[in-house]
């Protein structure tokens, strides 16, 4: 019934900022799949007769890995396998999933919002038993096995059917296939004011939800159109599709440009949204403003006591530490703490299982709250909508209000794609040798006061993760930030983000660009971006 087939390791199964992501080919080679699972599976110790929650974005290849993790996880000792129907679970669905039947743990098979397709990108990722993303110990565990592994176990079984809900077996171990939607919806109405939603939707606020081809479609569908009321075609670009329709599902202001013109038009919708390929990640606009991830935590942090579920106020906030400074003016007035940790949502678990932090955000348009261990693309949608239902004023103006009381901090991200990976490696390591030198200096008329390699102390179980990007800070308290993504498939892509604080209300109606040019310009200067890539501008600005 079960099989133990020998296999020979890969050197390039290093998980990076959220699991392991390559292009499908790659993961199509013999045994590579199996042997990353089983690294996982042999990194956990405790699983025998537990329970493990597999599902994924539905991109292409995600129902062959499904059959494979499921025989794996019968011929490794799972007592059971609970798997989203069809195959589908959205990350956050995954992670309330494992908590809500407190599973062992569970396998997230998603490359995000990187492309898909048969010669695009896939990804898996093992989250831990609070629903999160496996912390970075796992994770190094997880590589140094693939590194020497020699064997996985499988199990000599047919395929099950993945589209029928319902209780099964396959070599003795129970499988269930759960409704992909409804655990996740149940636990939207613990959190929000659905019926105020309702009342605002019905006095004839209109919104547009873009779920890019990707998971979340029927999410939306269930929830904003059937249990909010919503009206057909509220939900756009709904239904998920193996390759997402061709493009990339990435709710940002270049692949959802569609969904900011009609924002920005004067007979478009209130409100629109977005979320990428496995749901986590969430585009917010309102009527003639695109609210900036790093200002959506802050403004969400500030109102978020006005929905049910954060009536008793928060804990404390969380941002990864190239996300701009907006929210800890939140904290400072809330009098709770604030705590800035490296990219990747993995870092929050810790404070959120202490109960140190309730919301989190990431510039890379991510923000969620201790509801789930992951980010949460519908979660703020559904906490906006909540907040303006209640406030009964525009984006526009509570955006407008967040700024005069807290001052407005104008943040871009500039992406490099797809570059060499030497020469980026150059880049940084040349930077690096660079900081100590740095502070005092002048730059395009900046005077630099701080310049260094963040490492974040966990407080909680005082980890410490070295180089996690460089900040050079100015005068004033603007500052630029450099790191390489841990995420992308080809190449390198660097990443640069600048930011400056103007509390100056009259000063608030600036273009970005504009605002940020002297940075900009300093960046390039301090870090030769354009002469060592080549490049004479960003692939991306968001
Ligand atoms: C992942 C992580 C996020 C991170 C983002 C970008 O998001 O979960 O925490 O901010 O990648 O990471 P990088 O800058 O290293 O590319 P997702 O939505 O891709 O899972």
């Known amino acids: 019934m079960f099989k133990t087939i020998a296999t020979t390791p890969f050197d390039d199964q290093k998980p990076g900022t959220s699991g392991l992501r390559k292009k499908v080919p790659e993961f199509q080679q013999p045994n590579y799949v199996e042997n990353f699972i089983q690294s996982v599976f042999d990194s956990l110790d405790g699983f025998k007769g537990k329970t493990l929650v597999i599902g994924g974005d539905g991109r292409y290849y995600n129902r062959d890995v499904v059959q494979i993790a499921v025989k794996m996880a019968a011929a490794n000792g799972f007592g059971r396998v609970l798997v989203g129907q069809g195959g589908i679970l959205s990350t956050p669905a995954a992670s309330n999933v494992i908590r809500k039947y407190k599973a062992f743990g569970g396998l997230v098979l998603s490359a995000s919002h990187n492309p898909g397709g048969p010669t695009e990108d896939f990804g898996i990722k093992y989250n831990i038993s609070n629903g999160g993303p496996a912390p970075e110990k796992i994770t190094e565990a997880v590589f140094a096995r693939s590194k020497v592994i020699d064997r996985y176990l499988i199990a000599d079984a047919a395929d099950i059917d993945i589209d029928t809900i319902g209780k099964q077996q396959l ?28 009342a605002l939707i019905k006095s004839g606020f209109t919104l547009r939800f873009d779920s890019m081809h990707a998971v979340t479609g029927p999410y939306g569908k269930e929830i904003l159109e059937h249990r909010l009321g919503a009206p057909d075609g509220t939900c756009v670009n709904f239904v998920p599709l193996e390759d997402f329709g061709g493009h990339h599902p990435d709710p940002n202001l270049v692949y959802a440009k569609d969904l900011y013109d009609l924002l920005m038009s004067p007979d478009g919708p209130d409100f629109g949204a977005a979320s990428d390929g496995d749901g986590d990640r969430n585009l917010i606009i309102g009527k003639g403003i695109y609210v ?25 906030i969380a941002r990864s530490m190239p996300t701009s400074g907006a929210a800890d003016r939140v904290a400072e007035k809330l009098k709770i703490g604030m705590y800035e940790t490296p990219t990747g949502w993995k870092f929050f678990g810790n404070l959120l299982d202490a109960g140190m932090a309730t919301i989190c955000g990431e510039e890379s348009s991510g923000t969620g709250s201790n509801h789930v261990r992951e980010k949460d693309g519908l979660w703020a949608v559904l906490l906006w909508l909540n907040i303006l239902a209640v406030r009964k004023e525009s984006v526009q103006q509570i955006a407008r209000e967040h700024w ?7 943040y871009t991200r500039h992406d490099y794609e797809e570059v060499d990976s030497g020469a980026a490696n ?10 100590p030198t740095l502070a005092g200096k002048t730059v395009q008329g900046l005077t630099i006061t701080k310049a260094d390699d963040f490492a974040y102390h966990d407080p909680v179980d005082k980890s410490v993760s070295e180089h996690q990007g460089i900040r050079i800070l100015f005068n004033g308290g603007s500052r630029i930030v450099l790191r390489l993504s841990g995420t992308g498939t080809s190449g390198a892509t660097l990443r640069l983000y600048i930011e400056r604080y103007e509390a100056d209300p009259k000063r608030h109606d600036l273009e970005t660009q504009s605002a940020l040019a002297d940075l900009i310009r300093a960046a390039d200067e301090l870090t030769e971006i354009k002469t060592r890539t080549g490049r004479d501008k960003p692939s991306v600005i968001t």
Do not use: C, Q, W
């Open 426 to 435: 150059s880049l940084i390591d040349a930077l690096r040798a660079k900081l």
């Open 404 to 410: 005069a009381d807290y001052g407005r901090n104008y």
């Open 171 to 198: 070599a003795g171990m129970d499988v269930e296939i759960i409704d992909s939607v409804s655990d996740y919806a149940e636990l939207m109405e613990t959190l929000f004011d659905f019926d105020a939603i309702r």
């Open 292 to 316: 900036t991830p790093s200002d959506s935590l802050a403004m969400l942090a500030a109102n978020a006591h006005l929905a049910p579920g954060y009536k008793a106020g928060l804990k404390g």
